[in-house]
């Protein structure tokens, strides 16, 4: 079994929709990553937490550290939303490489 | 605006074939790191360095080496080509802290025939 699992694999939207992306996670960690995957390849960190909640425009991110479950929200979603997004875990120190997810296809269509 | 800068882009090579991925980055990070993507895995951390002249295995080192020549660059060796390392092969820095992100490069597409 993974260590870190999301849900939905593939998720398709209108545009407007309010989007939840799901990363649960098996191991104990000291951050959680969400990285978004262009189209064309490239990859951007989005938010790193170890508690609570962050918010950059609109894209929100919790974690809920008993339940081993973190969510990113994208409010008002826009076809430029649409990407990877990626959950990652750091086990160990903060030098240590990340354990990722498969990753969420999201396609938000106009 | 350079950032993580990988060579090359992209690579085709012949089973059994040697070569090295470059990777540098120009943001004094003190930590490197070198995944593989494939298909229906996600990726995959196969050796990171967390600082300057040292180095240490991740998830799927074998049939790699690395080397972290110094601050800036961190390199990618695959002795002896096989199929099996066809990849899109990922750098990325950091500075090394808990809540430091990581900066990644745009990535090597490499094939072996």
């Known amino acids: 079994k993974n260590e870190v699992e999301q849900s939905p694999q593939n998720l398709t939207a209108q545009e407007g929709e309010f989007i939840t992306i799901n990363c649960s996670y098996s191991v104990g960690i000291s951050a959680l990553h969400w990285l978004q995957q262009h189209p064309g390849g490239g990859i951007v960190s989005l938010f790193m937490l170890s508690s609570g909640k962050k918010k950059h425009g609109r894209l929100i991110a919790t974690i809920n550290i008993q339940e081993k479950h973190s969510s990113l929200h994208i409010t008002a979603s826009h076809p430029r939303d649409s990407a990877v997004y990626i959950c990652?875990?750091?086990?160990?120190?903060?030098?240590?490489?990340?354990?990722f997810g498969k990753g969420t296809h999201l396609i938000i269509q106009p | 605006n350079a950032g993580v800068t990988q060579t090359p882009k992209f690579q085709v090579l012949k089973t059994g074939q040697s070569m090295t991925l470059q990777c540098a980055q120009d943001?004094?990070?003190?930590?490197m790191y070198w995944y593989r993507q494939d298909p229906g895995m996600g990726l995959r951390l196969i050796y990171y360095?967390?600082?300057?002249?040292?180095?240490d295995k991740g998830e799927v080192p074998n049939g790699y080496n690395v080397s972290r020549l110094n601050k800036r660059e961190f390199s990618l060796r695959l002795e002896s080509a096989a199929p099996s390392q066809t990849s899109v092969y990922f750098c990325?820095?950091?500075?090394?802290?808990?809540?430091?992100?990581?900066?990644f490069g745009d990535g090597t597409r490499l094939s072996i025939l």
């Open positions: 990325a820095s950091s500075e090394g802290g808990t809540h430091q992100p990581q900066h």
């Open positions: 943001m004094n990070h003190n930590s």
């Open positions: 990652a875990v750091l086990k160990g120190g903060g030098a240590d490489g990340l354990t």
């Open positions: 360095s967390a600082s300057e002249g040292t180095t």
